[in-house]
């Protein structure tokens, strides 16, 4: 087993940690805007994360300054340079979705979660890239450490542009797993937070119950204090508020157990580099007093690991493909082959399903939740890989989503800290918490992005 080698993105930059710089008048939002453009500069034309930059951003940037000066920030946000996923809609900016389908369409108003950031006074930065409707095949992206493998997908673009420092946060979606994936391969911190307390309004769906609004950032903090804001400024009408979301980021604490998970990929996917990476993690872990426990230790949870795999192989991409009927019928009607050949295949699948079988499949699912619950009562937390390895080679596809659709599925909040480097290159710990305890999730991982530094 070899020592433990924590990951540290060179690049990454920091919001959170330039306010104080700000309210003294060390620095200003335009500094810190002009810093990432001049590395967007610099880098992009390798990278392309950014489908469109936004020629306001200076000038938002200028008014949050203003704003510093007289002592009068809007919000914990004001004057953060931002990018926006590009099945987001914005305004003054064209939301094309990645597909040819919607070339140079121009939404009238903004997302809610980009009408709370531009009300809290962040800056948009740009449009970022993402595969067809969050959905589709693999973009012209590429990886920050390795031009040659992807960032994964769907946030592509907000993965390679966090990672690659142009930005110190970026919004993302994860239906499966398009947040925590290009997390993991891009070396950024990535949060997708209990299913339904970030407004998903304004942003292109596909799959009611499975959609998740997520973050990238360089650091944990960011994450947490954009969540935060986006939660607090108006919340999820009808659902609940962001656990412990606050301005203030939540003092680190040490969990006392964690599940230690072995899904289907573990077998079939992760190498032996990614297996010892990850070992010699959890061993550390047990070192410094955390206990961990494994199916070795509990038969009812490889049972419950073996239903988890089971619900994605099937159950999980029935539903999505149901849920996918609006809007997505009427575009592979309308625009034919400027649609992918997975969503045709999607929208046949779906037609195929009946109304029972959708509620038949949406009771395994809650059944399925109750048990996982149920098993987790006397622990903190599940540990897991945010990936089956470091970042793939090629750009054909956009990697693995194997070890990141339970906690999708069962609308779990879930990190990807950027701990472990495996060829020299990033891959993340996935910690899974319990529903409506993000804030708890949080200051766990704070320990854990502390643990062994």
Same mark, same amino acid.
């Given at each position: 087993? !070899? #020592?433990?080698?924590?990951?540290? $993105?060179?690049?990454?930059?920091?919001?959170? !940690?330039?306010?104080?710089?700000f309210v003294a008048g060390r620095r200003s939002p335009r500094d810190l805007l002009e810093d990432c453009l001049s590395r967007i500069a610099a880098r992009d034309a390798e990278l392309k994360a950014f489908v469109r930059l936004n020629p306001a951003a200076r000038e938002a940037a200028d008014a949050a300054g203003e704003r510093y000066r007289r002592g009068a920030p809007l919000s914990p946000v004001d004057g953060c340079p931002i990018g926006i996923k590009d099945i987001m809609d914005t305004c003054d900016l064209p939301t094309e979705m990645g597909s040819p389908a919607f070339a140079g369409w121009q939404p009238a108003y903004d997302a809610a979660c980009v009408q709370a950031l531009r009300a809290g006074g962040a800056v948009v930065v740009g449009k970022t890239a993402t595969t067809a409707f969050a959905c589709g095949g693999p973009t012209v992206t590429t990886n920050p450490f390795d031009a040659r493998r992807t960032p994964g997908g769907s946030s592509s673009g907000s993965g390679a542009a966090v990672g690659a420092g142009m930005l110190p946060v970026a919004l993302g979606? #994860?239906?499966?797993? !398009?947040? /925590?994936?290009?997390?993991?391969?891009?070396?950024?911190?990535?949060?997708k937070p209990t299913h339904g307390v970030l407004d998903m309004r304004g942003v292109h769906p596909i799959s009611v119950t499975h959609d998740h609004l997520g973050v990238l950032a360089g650091t944990l903090a960011d994450a947490w204090r954009i969540a935060s804001h986006l939660? /607090?400024?108006?919340? $999820?009408?009808? #659902?609940r508020f962001l656990d412990g979301a606050s301005a203030d980021f939540p003092e680190p604490v040490q969990p006392r157990r964690l599940m230690r998970l072995y899904t289907r990929g573990w077998? $079939?996917?992760a190498d032996a580099a990614t297996r010892d990476a990850f070992e010699t993690f959890v061993q550390g872990l047990a070192s410094g007093g955390v206990e961990i426990i494994a199916r070795e230790h509990d038969p009812r949870i490889a049972q419950v690991e073996a239903l988890l795999d089971d619900a994605f192989s099937d159950r999980s991409l029935e539903i999505t493909a149901y849920e996918m009927r609006w809007p997505y019928e009427q575009y592979a009607a309308r625009h034919g082959k400027l649609i992918e050949p997975r969503v045709h295949d999607r929208m046949a699948q779906a037609r195929a399903m009946t109304a029972d079988r959708y509620a038949s499949l949406l009771l395994e699912k809650y059944v399925l939740k109750q048990k996982v619950m149920d098993l987790s009562a006397d622990c903190d937390g599940f540990l897991n890989l945010s990936a089956s390895g470091p970042a793939p080679l090629g750009l054909q596809h956009t990697g693995s989503r194997t070890f990141l659709t339970h906690a999708t599925f069962l609308g779990l909040p879930a990190f990807s800290l950027p701990l472990l480097e495996v060829e020299g290159l990033p891959l993340g710990v996935q910690l899974i918490g319990k529903p409506q305890e993000d804030g708890r999730l949080c200051a766990m991982a704070a320990w854990l992005m502390s643990f062994n530094r």
């Open positions: 087993m !070899s #020592q433990y080698r924590p990951w540290c $993105n060179p690049h990454a930059i920091s919001y959170s !940690s330039t306010v104080a710089d979606t #994860q239906t499966q797993g !398009s947040t /925590l994936r290009p997390a993991s391969y891009c070396g950024t911190v990535g949060f939660s /607090l400024w108006q919340g $999820n009408p009808g #659902q077998e $079939n996917e």
